[in-house]
Structure formats: structure tokens, C-alpha cells
């Protein structure tokens, strides 16, 4: 686990273009991903958390029926690290089959 520099951080932004990056806390990047109703949405929070679990970093996240609201940061390095990136990239790919066609999706 490494804590993102600056020179990472403008990486991070231009790859992972649907996450916004926010100077709070050290660093964190937040996302929210719309789904087809609360199964489908809570079906992501399991996939997802079975992948936080592996890394041992996890998100902070809330559900709300289908939607689902992602924020990341490593709270021992006081803001990003390689971790978010990892995860973030894995709530992308985990989503992606699932995407709904909406604003904020």
C-alpha cells in the first residue's frame, strides 16, 4: 500500500473519470452507481465487499433502495492510496454489466 502523490492523484482523475476526487480528509474519491432496483444494488455491496475484504479496506458506503454511494480514502495514511485505487477501479468493473441508463449511473 502506497499513499498517492500529487503526480498520482492527476492519474487517478484522468482514469477513473466517473469518481470525483475531493481534498478532504487527506483525499478521498466518492462515486454513486444507480441499479435496476435493491437487489441488484445490494447483490454490487456483496460482490464489492467480498473484494474489500480480500484487500482489507473498506468502503464507506451507503444504500438507499438502487442506489449506492461510494466514498473512498485510507484512513491509516490520512487520505489515498493504492488501495482506493484498486477498489474503485473493482466497484467500476463490478458495475459496469449492471450500469442503468440514467444520470448519476
Request: proline share 4%; aromatic share 8%.
Amino acid at each position: 500500500m502506497k499513499k498517492l502523490d500529487a503526480g498520482d492523484l492527476q492519474e487517478l482523475v484522468a482514469a477513473l473519470p466517473q469518481w470525483q476526487h475531493d481534498t478532504a480528509r487527506g483525499g478521498t474519491i466518492s462515486r454513486s452507481f444507480v441499479f435496476r432496483d435493491f437487489v441488484q444494488a445490494f447483490g454490487f455491496m456483496t460482490q464489492l465487499a467480498l473484494e474489500a475484504e480480500k484487500r482489507n479496506h473498506h468502503p464507506e458506503w451507503s444504500n438507499v433502495y438502487n442506489r449506492v454511494a461510494i466514498t473512498l480514502t485510507t484512513h491509516d495514511l490520512g487520505g489515498l492510496s493504492t488501495l482506493d485505487l484498486e477498489l474503485a477501479r473493482k466497484a467500476d468493473a463490478l458495475y459496469a454489466p449492471l450500469a442503468v441508463s440514467t444520470p448519476g449511473g
